[in-house]
């Protein structure tokens, strides 16, 4: 049974960091694409990065570019979303998700990812 357990998150203050971690199991891709989701309270869910590896190998929604930075290590199936410069409108649950390596094609729409975690609350006060 694939798994993905997040931590890393908390209260931090605007303009603070955290660094989000996921551990990932029971699943077979050896090239995965993994990727950071969010959800805020009444609000559509968004993707805010992704990452493979190979060259150019990372993603990110506009509204996190130069701020957060994902990074994977694929000998302990760990992925790692470094996020500075938190504003409260990051504040909401972030979830770790993962597929084949063609799910970083078209990512930030969900749909290609077979695994999610339980998620970890992020919330960020001004």
């Known amino acids: 049974q694939a798994r993905l357990v997040e931590s890393g998150g908390g209260l931090v203050q605007a303009g603070g960091s955290l660094r989000l971690s996921c551990v990932g199991s029971?699943?077979?891709?050896?090239?995965?694409?993994m990727a950071w989701f969010r959800r805020a309270p009444g609000k559509e869910r968004e993707g805010v990065a992704a990452?493979?590896?190979?060259?150019?190998?990372?993603y990110y929604a506009d509204s996190v570019k130069g701020r957060f930075t994902i990074s994977q290590d694929i000998a302990t199936r760990a992925t790692y979303l470094q996020m500075n410069s938190l504003k409260p409108e990051d504040t909401a649950m972030y979830y770790c998700?993962?597929?084949?390596?063609?799910?970083?094609?078209?990512?930030?729409?969900?749909?290609?990812?077979?695994?999610w975690g339980q998620g970890t609350q992020v919330t960020v006060s001004s």
């Open positions: 029971g699943y077979s891709y050896s090239r995965p694409c």
């Open positions: 998700v993962a597929a084949p390596l063609y799910g970083c094609v078209g990512w930030n729409r969900g749909a290609n990812f077979d695994y």
């Open positions: 990452v493979y590896t190979g060259p150019g190998g990372a």
